[in-house]
């Protein structure tokens, strides 16, 4: 697990397990978490390497409701958590059939102690719902959460830092791997999403998995994208 300062008081959390990042915006009164991990553990991690860079009370955002990025929500309350609308109803209808899949294959993969932290992890719902937009402010800074439309899920956000012109793009980007299109993603749409998002012409995008990317990296993978879509 390692920090990249992206910006100033902007930050990816890389994580080895499942590639993926998680991120941190910190104004002056308050701070962002993006997406809190997998369970229990790695978000009581997540947490701990937070309170090494800011002190600052915090309020959680989740991109969208995949388990790897908000079974580790508990180790951050209390607090407000945002999400998409829809992000809570998938939660409430899919989260205990996530969490028994990947735990059995977990399993399969010889990582007992993966499927039992993900067992034992307690389900936190959002308690801060948007449609399509909200806008927090940190304290000399303001985010704004941003649903482009659907794509890898049909409730995914994006959180953009304007005066860093940073983008947390959640799982609509990946680095490192084609972009994940499981059952719930919108391949049609998907390209259009990205659009949104490179129409604030970020500096730098932040991946749900993977490394930091420029805009021109996301125009190729939008490319990809549209190239898979069906006609």
Excluded at 89 to 116: M, Q, S, V
Aim: aromatic share 6%; proline share 7%; charged share 25%.
């Amino acid at each position: 697990m390692r920090w990249i300062a992206i910006a100033d008081g902007v930050f990816a959390r890389r994580h080895e397990h499942l590639d993926q990042t998680l991120g941190l915006v910190v104004g002056e009164d308050r701070c962002l978490v993006i997406d809190t991990g997998g369970d229990e553990l790695q978000g009581g991690r997540f947490a701990a390497a937070v309170r090494e860079l800011t002190p600052l009370p915090w309020l959680v955002v989740l991109t969208h409701a995949h388990f790897d990025h908000y079974f580790g929500t508990r180790a951050f309350l209390p607090c407000p958590v945002w999400a998409h609308e829809r992000c809570r109803t998938a939660l409430l209808r899919d989260a205990e059939e996530d969490r028994r899949a990947w735990a059995r294959r977990f399993r399969e993969e010889h990582k007992p102690e993966l499927a039992e932290g993900l067992l034992q992890a307690e389900l936190v719902l959002p308690t801060e719902l948007l449609t399509e937009e909200a806008e927090l402010d940190l304290g000399g800074r303001r985010v704004r959460l941003i649903h482009p439309g659907p794509g890898h899920t049909d409730h995914d956000v994006a959180v953009w830092v304007p005066d860093a012109e940073v983008l947390f793009a959640g799982d609509l980007v990946e680095q490192g791997a084609p972009p994940s299109a499981g059952p719930d993603a919108d391949l049609a749409a998907w390209p259009r999403a990205l659009g949104e998002l490179l129409a604030l012409s970020p500096r730098v995008i932040v991946p749900g998995h993977g490394e930091p990317v420029d805009a021109a990296f996301v125009r190729a993978q939008r490319d990809e994208l549209a190239a898979r879509s069906p006609l």
